[in-house]
Every structure is written in C-alpha cells, then in structure tokens.
C-alpha cells in the first residue's frame, strides 16, 4: 500500500531525475557546433571582430600553436588592416571535426583609398571549437 510519504519520494526522485537531464544536455550544447553552421558562425565572429577593430578577439580565435609563436601584444601592434565590409563568400567543413575553409571578399581602407581584396582561411576543430588558422602567415617568403 503506497503511503503519502512514498508519493512525495516519488515525486522528488522523478523532479530531480528531470533536473540532472536537462542540466546534463543543456551541458553539451556549451561546446562548439562542428556543423557547417557552426563554423559560418565563428567566421562571422572573426570578421565582425576585424571591422570593429577587436584584434584581441581575432587573436584569441586562433589555433594554440599560433598562439606559440605569437603573443597576443605583438599580434595586436601588427593588426593594421582597417576593414570596412566583408561578404563571406564560401564556408565549408573539409574533415568533420578536424578542418574547414572560409573565402571571404572584403574592402579595406589604406591611405584613404577602399582596396577590393579575399581572405582564404583554413579552420582548425580545436578544443572543442573551430578555430582560425594563421600559422602560415608567420612563414618567410622562401621558407619551405
């Protein structure tokens, strides 16, 4: 015979199970989307972060081993692109869960004149987040 104390055990067992569920899966949606979606979204990100000169945040969307050899002070001092307007041409995920590629077209302003110009990027899945690439901009013309 089920007394009131049991329904109300009951009752809290099944409100708290309904908790720890929804906790658990609200959880696993804190980490990065590894759909192509997901990676228009952080290249997005980056370019919004370039127009509005927040290099800081450009920087802390790389890769670590960008980060190595790059500090984010020196990154910052030499971030002279002044970009007025970008259209992101082309994203795709090459790898899932490994690697993507953005095309973005952009204007940039230099002496006051607006330059047409295109940004190829390879993206990285890091850390559970795509993560922008610049390693090969650290390379010397001739260095293989």
Known sequence: METQMDKKWYGLGLLTALVLLFSFSGCASLGGDVSEAGLRARVEAEWKARKNNEWGAVYDMTIAAYQEKMTRNNFIKRANINVKGYEIKEVRVIEPEKKGFALV????KHLGYTFPAKSKEE????NGEWRLNLLPTLKL???K
């Open 141 to 143: 013309p001739f260095e």
């Open 123 to 126: 993206w990285l899945w890091e």
């Open 105 to 108: 077209h952009y204007q940039m």
